[in-house]
């Protein structure tokens, strides 16, 4: 095969491979945000957290595959505490706001405290560790392991949402509160599955990108501003738009990075800005 269009192929599917895990992360963002008006700004964080328990699982275990089941829920336990201890109690979207940043600079606090701050490498399992053949192109069978595992989530979160009862009474308390409360169902216990949800998917982007990009105190940064930069730009609410938008982010991110590498970093600002100009609530957001 002609090296221009290997080349092609392989930074594509780079592209898409991070661009699900900035699904991973954005969806769960965008559930917590669609269905309850919070914007956790300590999002990112628990998905830094969830790689570092993930690390914790499989330093004591030698099993990877029970770090991808426990460290998700660890951190979703920890989110609903969170949601159910501290964010019940905030006054406003600024109270909010401003407690769930505390609570992420908290939470980078106590990794350098316990972990320190450098990067500790994560084995992927044996089984994921090999190449294969994409049409004449070697690929790493973890990054398409990781694209897989982004699609199941998404099937799963589209038929939880759409085809269960549960699915339904949530999204019956997103558009009237006070009518689900009088059938006799309790909204602070759906708000809090929400919540918990939202945040085991983030601790799954987590456990997902540690063995590719090391685990280490600068990982919510590294990943959370295009995070941030998708749930805007899909629309607040909307999982299609988290995951096309994220698609469009990872290639450009991928292709930036090979072609136009000074620019890499400014382009999905640059995308964002020219959606918004045009969709202020973004590509499928709603109109409030």
């Not at 930074?11 to 965008?30: K, P």
């Not at 009474?169 to 918990?196: E, K, P, T, Y």
């Not at 090391?214 to 609410?237: E, H, K």
Request: hydrophobic fraction near 60%; glycine fraction near 12%; aromatic fraction near 12%.
């Amino acid at each position: 095969m002609d090296p221009m269009v290997s080349m092609y192929i392989s930074q594509g599917i780079h592209g898409i491979a991070y661009g699900m895990i900035l699904f991973l992360i954005a969806s769960g963002l965008n559930i917590i945000f669609g269905m309850m008006g919070i914007l956790n700004m300590a999002h990112t964080a628990f998905f830094m957290l969830a790689a570092y328990f993930c690390y914790v699982v499989v330093g004591i275990t030698g099993n990877f595959w029970l770090g991808l089941v426990f460290a998700p829920l660890f951190t979703a336990v920890l989110g609903v505490v969170m949601e159910r201890v501290f964010l019940r109690k905030a006054v406003g979207h600024m109270g909010e706001l401003i407690l769930t940043m505390g609570i992420s600079f908290v939470i980078v606090a106590a990794i350098k405290k316990i972990w320190g701050t450098e990067s500790l490498p994560l084995q992927m399992p044996e089984i994921l560790s090999g190449m294969v053949n994409i049409v004449g192109v070697s690929y790493p069978v973890y990054r398409l392991f990781v694209i897989g595992l982004a699609l199941v989530i998404l099937v799963f979160m589209m038929l939880l949402l759409y085809r269960t009862r549960l699915g339904k009474i949530v999204r019956a308390a997103v558009s009237d509160r006070d009518m689900v409360n009088a059938l006799g169902i309790n909204i602070n216990m759906v708000f809090m599955f929400v919540f918990g949800v939202g945040t085991w998917m983030a601790g799954l982007a987590g456990v997902a990108i540690a063995p590719i990009l090391t685990v280490f105190p600068g990982l919510a940064d590294q990943v959370g501003m295009d995070a941030f930069i998708v749930v805007v730009t899909g629309g607040f609410g909307s999982l299609a738009g988290a995951f096309i938008v994220s698609i469009i982010f990872g290639l450009l991110s991928s292709y930036g990075v090979q072609f136009v590498s000074q620019f890499a970093p400014v382009l999905m600002v640059v995308f964002m800005a020219i959606v918004l100009a045009f969709r202020p609530n973004g590509l499928f957001g709603v109109k409030e």
